[in-house]
């Protein structure tokens, strides 16, 4: 019942910053606690930073202190601020949502660091 559409994703070079926005539709006005997964190719899908609805957040130790995430509770959105990115930030991101009793998913974003 609930969608999720997120938008920010594209190229660009190392050292770069891009951010991404995940907003939640539907029915469900309260959104729990919101993430980012992302999925680089040959590499299982991993958990990169999540947020509760009260501001407690968690990174991976692959972006801490370069990622930064956060949301507006009120228009039911999440970002992730990526700065420094790196090759190695190449991959699917993907937001989630979590709404008792259930989960979400958005379709994924394409993130590349190239030169």
């Known amino acids: 019942q609930v969608q999720l559409m997120e938008s920010g994703g594209g190229l660009v070079q190392p050292g770069g910053s891009l951010r991404l926005s995940c907003a939640a539709s539907?029915?469900?006005?309260?959104?729990?606690?919101m993430g980012w997964y992302r999925q680089a190719p040959e590499k299982q899908r991993e958990l990169v930073a999540k947020i509760t609805r009260g501001g407690s957040t968690w990174y991976a130790d692959s972006v801490k202190g370069r990622f930064t995430i956060s949301r507006d509770n009120a228009k039911r959105t999440a970002y992730l601020q990526m700065i420094n990115l790196k090759p190695e930030d190449t991959a699917v991101y993907y937001c989630g949502a979590s709404s008792w009793p259930s989960d979400y998913w958005g379709q994924g974003t394409q993130v590349t660091v190239s030169s």
């Open positions: 539907g029915s469900i006005l309260n959104i729990n606690a």
